[in-house]
């Protein structure tokens, strides 16, 4: 998903260690429209997960439209006192930066009716100060997704040990049985020697006595 993004007409300054939110243009539906943007130091499927666990905490859940996950009526006192539609899309900043995502937010009030610099001054601000929260958010995100899967990869290993232990019991429980054929087939080729033994002595009698 290419987005034609325009020149950036404003950047924002904060003293953070973290990459701060700036505004510019993104085109939505073929129109230039006024765009939040965040760069953040993970790749892009981790950056959209963690924006969509943290809205579906909210209650909210995306539709998808041309590109961005847009979440409509949304009630957030940190943006507005009003509900706003969000629409939020992510990608991959480069290539060559493929652990670095730019996240494009466009708000609106219903349908085409998207916030502007001008007139809304103050709703861009709250989406800024919004965006460059996101930051710690998916930092905390990933921590407890990389958590998660070694705690999988841990119950996993677990449970293929004692499988193997399982295993081990019933190869042990085979050997004794095959170490008891073993023996038995041992003791009956014994047997049968014997046997045979005996009855080649009783033949050879019955040959000597047989009349010249």
Sequence with gaps: MKKMISLVVMMVVYTSTHAQSYTG?????????QAIFNEVPFADKVTEAAI????????????????????KGVN???L??????IYIAVERKSRKE???SVITMLLSRGEDNFITQGAD??????????????????????????ISEMEETR?????????????AEDLQKKKKKIEKDI???????ADHKDAAEKHLQNMEALKSKRKN
């Design 183 to 189: 023996e038995d087939n041992i003791k009956e080729q």
């Design 121 to 146: 001054a103050g709703i861009i601000d709250n989406a800024r100060s919004f965006l460059n929260g996101f930051t710690n958010y998916i930092d905390r995100y990933y921590l407890e997704q990389q």
């Design 80 to 85: 507005a006192k009003e509900p706003l539609d």
């Design 98 to 100: 493929k652990e670095v």
């Design 25 to 33: 243009t993104a085109d939505y539906k073929k129109m230039s429209r």
């Design 76 to 78: 957030l006192a940190s």
């Design 155 to 167: 119950i996993a290993h677990e449970k293929k040990t004692a499988g193997l232990a399982s295993d």
């Design 52 to 71: 969509k666990d943290s809205l579906e905490k909210l209650g909210y859940k995306p539709k998808e439209s041309k590109g961005f996950m847009v979440y």
